[in-house]
């Protein structure tokens, strides 16, 4: 089985890195796709979003990264997926899952959404949180992997 989890993973989080070991083992074939989304400020451009990825899921098999641009339903047809992925940290996300959830299937009915919350102990962490603790200097060192920390570290000059 294939599944899509999509999303900006600016940066990616070991919070992303559960669910994917997770939905590796659950579906065998996982695709991760970065969404290019032009309305939003990156902090890390996407060629670098996707080497970040590749690098962090190196040691797992099945795993694709890619990129798209447009409609999530679009891009889970393109590559003949079963499935979307999404995480769930807390009751607040949910909604909003929910309604993309609803929205994608209103968009092509065969597209179905899954939910798998992150471990607990990830719970609070989101790549918003991420940039904004390293922004003001903090370690983040256990947020993300060593190479995604090196690159915050560098953008906000951080030793």
């Given at each position: 089985m294939k599944?899509?989890?999509?999303?900006?993973?600016?940066?990616l989080t070991f919070g992303h890195l559960d669910l994917i070991q997770r939905a590796s083992d659950l579906f065998g074939q996982v695709i991760?796709?970065?969404?290019e989304n032009p309305t939003k400020d990156s902090t890390f451009l996407v060629p670098r979003r996707?080497?970040?990825?590749?690098?962090?899921?190196?040691?797992?098999?099945?795993?694709?990264?890619?990129s798209y641009k447009g409609l999530t339903?679009?891009?889970?047809?393109?590559?003949?997926?079963?499935?979307?992925?999404?995480?769930?940290?807390?009751?607040?996300d949910f909604e909003y899952e929910l309604q993309i959830a609803h929205t994608n299937r209103s968009l092509d009915s065969s597209i179905e959404t899954i939910?798998?919350?992150?471990?607990?102990?990830?719970?609070?962490?989101?790549?918003?949180?991420?940039?904004?603790?390293?922004?003001f200097g903090g370690n983040v060192d256990h947020m993300?992997?060593?190479?995604?920390a090196k690159d915050l570290y560098n953008i906000y000059k951080i030793n």
């Open positions: 599944v899509l989890y999509p999303g900006s993973f600016d940066p991760i796709a970065v969404l996707l080497e970040q990825i590749k690098q962090a899921t190196n040691s797992l098999s099945h795993i694709e990264v890619i339903v679009e891009c889970a047809i393109k590559y003949n997926v079963d499935l979307i992925l999404r995480g769930l940290r807390a009751m607040s939910f798998l919350a992150t471990e607990a102990h990830h719970s609070f962490l989101s790549s918003s949180v991420v940039k904004e603790v390293a922004m993300v992997p060593k190479m995604i």
